[in-house]
């Protein structure tokens, strides 16, 4: 016998009160019994299937095996009586069916046992469960910095009007940051008064870079023609910090290189670049102004529905000397540049007084915005 069969056979013993035999095989109707004794097996065995079926717990199901295979039952006490059987082949058969009975009932009562004890198992489960969860408060999220926001903005304002993003280095070479920008050794941005120079290569080399204009060079030199690009990203300046002015900040600049271009196209781009950022009530202005890397060159001020104009940055028709530098033909193309401080805007867009108060981190402020 197995174990699964003996362990089997210890609970149907438990719930019977009698020892109980090997189970497997089930009751054969057409067994031949002498003396009408087959149809009362039958009906015992009809009763007893159905009393265990509708057994609801195991007690209910103790009960109904002890009534109808224990001391009393009918399937007893028809074996008990098979010494009356004078036939010998009459009365193997019928203790035959007899066994096959009881083999039938104890195989039941195993299956409904282990049903039963499963299902009541699950109730205590779910009874007894407990929610060991632990309740936390929600973390608090931050929001983007001031100047994040006004970044993000601008690239989709910039995006919407059909330009590409490009990123660059901070730390620069010399011919791009000045150099390639129409910018001779001797101008005064090389002064280490101005500059912060890297110890890098040769002195004088290498830079943090001071505004976001050596990537229209890069762009230039790795962009298929036509051009149409905005630059932000953060530059450094030997500047002592005070309301206006920062030593680390961030820029924008605008590229345009293409067949035709002309300082209307500049105009045109920074009216409707005013409006889709500030707001249809602004407007802009260009005011002369010189600069080497364009020719002609501009300032550009915006003004808002009060009246008050605002200096936002510089701009102009690329010149032909950084045309050439970023390997283009200026016989053939033409283009204009742009470039503001992202800070500035952001100041000007929330009305700051002060840019520290945008890097002083005090939460009374950031969290205005």
């Known amino acids: 016998m197995s174990s699964a069969t003996a362990r089997t056979g210890q609970r149907f013993r438990s719930l019977t009160g009698r020892p109980g035999s090997k189970i497997g095989k089930k009751y054969s109707d057409g067994v031949v019994i ?15 299937r159905a009393g265990l079926v509708a057994a609801s717990d195991v007690d209910a199901l103790r009960r109904v095996a002890n009534e109808h295979a224990g001391k009393g039952s009918v399937l007893v006490g028809l074996k008990s009586s098979l010494g009356s059987i004078a036939d010998i082949e009459a009365r193997k058969a019928t203790g035959r069916a007899i066994n096959e009975a009881m083999q039938s009932l104890e195989a039941l009562v195993a299956e409904r046992l282990v049903a039963l004890e499963r299902a009541a198992a699950g109730h205590a489960a779910a009874s007894e469960a407990m ?33 590409k993003v490009a990123e660059g280095p901070e730390v620069e070479t010399d011919f791009n940051n000045f150099t390639a920008l129409n910018m001779p050794p001797n101008h005064p941005a090389r002064s280490n008064f101005d500059t912060l120079f890297v110890k890098y290569g040769e002195p004088g080399s290498t830079l943090l870079r001071t505004h976001t204009s050596p990537v229209q060079i890069r762009v230039m030199q790795e962009w ?77 001020d915006v003004r808002s529905a009060n009246g008050k104009w605002v200096e936002l ?39 700051v007084a002060d840019l520290r108060d945008m890097y002083a981190n005090d939460l009374r402020f950031v969290r205005q915005f």
């Not at 002498?34 to 007893?48: D, H, K, R, S, T």
């Not at 990203?233 to 910090?241: A, E």
């Not at 510089?314 to 950084?322: A, K, S």
């Not at 283009?335 to 000007?348: H, L, N, P, S």
Request: charged residues 20%; glycine residues 10%.
């Open 313 to 351: 940055g510089g701009c102009g028709m690329v010149h032909p000397n950084v045309l050439q530098a970023g390997g283009i033909d200026p016989e053939v193309y033409t283009g204009f540049a742009f470039g503001f401080g992202i800070d500035r805007m952001a100041k000007e867009r929330h009305e």
């Open 224 to 300: 298929d023609l036509p051009i149409y690009a905005v630059m932000p990203g953060r530059v450094f300046r030997r500047d002592t910090p005070d309301a206006t002015h920062m030593p680390v900040f961030h820029q924008i600049e605008g590229l345009v290189v293409d067949k035709g271009i002309t300082f209307a196209h500049l105009a045109g781009t920074i009216e409707a670049f005013t409006k889709a950022f500030f707001g249809s009530e602004f407007t802009s202005r260009l005011r002369p102004s010189y600069f080497p890397f364009t020719e002609p060159s501009a300032e550009f």
């Open 131 to 163: 929610d060991l969860t632990e309740h936390l408060a929600r973390r608090s999220r931050g929001h983007a910095h001031i100047v994040t926001q006004a970044w993000e903005r601008l690239e989709d304002v910039f995006v919407g009007m059909g330009f």
């Open 34 to 48: 002498a003396g009408g004794v087959e149809p009362q097996i039958a009906e015992a065995l009809a009763a007893a």
